[in-house]
């Protein structure tokens, strides 16, 4: 069965570099998140979207982050003139329904290293 | 805010022996708990929750989780360990009054030796 997406597995950026991560939730599924895990570390909470309105962005560390999902599907995290700190697996989670109690599905990750 | 923590970076148990991962919690509102395991370069996959009702839950693989309220704690538990276990595991915990947010542990690190 079709689970969550990300692309790409593995993202290799010079410093200073933009990159763009894509989520391909799963199909029908209201809530969005994005965590960022570094390495040995718990994910950390990043944004959160509910469809197309982004409801929580409390975790972005800097305004060089920013996540759209314009059609409430597919969401993009976009990191401008990347850091060494930037460093570590993005990971993507979606939920069917927005209360509380629904676990999230989440996807296998992008590991992105900036050198 | 919510927090969690998991006191054991890693437990080491035999196969076939019990296992227990702790997790306590600290939240504002009502606590909504999860367990997730991690396999190697892999996301993160559901094993169990509590939201309300029975203390003692039931999850996949035959893992189950004490909810104890008091104690503010939600320890994963397996009655017979497997070497197939062996994996990253994370406690997370939602407060009612905080909204969506899951918030994760540092997570714990299971070794089953044979």
């Known amino acids: 069965g079709a689970g969550v997406s990300q692309s790409p597995r593995y993202k290799v950026a010079k410093r200073g570099q933009d990159v763009a991560l894509r989520c391909d939730p799963i199909s029908g599924h209201v809530s969005l998140f994005w965590y960022q895990q570094a390495l040995g570390q718990g994910p950390e909470f990043l944004t959160y979207f509910q469809n197309e309105a982004q409801l929580d962005k409390s975790g972005l560390p800097s305004d060089r982050f920013f996540a759209e999902r314009p059609e409430g599907s597919v969401s993009t995290l976009k990191i401008q003139r990347t850091q060494q700190e930037d460093s570590a697996v993005y990971l993507c989670?979606?939920?069917?329904?927005?209360?509380?109690?629904?676990?999230?599905?989440f996807g296998n990750g992008t590991r992105l290293t900036v050198t | 805010a919510q927090s969690v923590a998991q006191p054991e970076d890693q437990v080491n148990v035999a196969e076939g022996n019990p296992l227990t991962v702790k997790c306590t919690y600290s939240v504002s509102g009502n606590p909504y708990l999860f367990w997730y395991v991690q396999y190697p370069n892999r996301g993160l996959q559901f094993l169990l929750k509590y939201i309300t009702g029975d203390n003692l839950v039931k999850g996949s693989y035959g893992f189950e989780a004490e909810f104890n309220k008091s104690q503010t704690s939600f320890h994963l538990k397996k009655p017979s360990a497997l070497v197939s276990d062996s994996a990253l595991y994370f406690c997370?915990?939602?407060?009612?009054?905080?909204?969506?947010?899951?918030?994760f542990g540092a997570g714990t690190i299971l070794r089953v030796k044979s």
């Open positions: 989670a979606s939920s069917p329904t927005t209360g509380p109690n629904s676990p999230l599905h």
């Open positions: 997370a915990v939602r407060d009612s009054e905080y909204g969506n947010k899951l918030v």
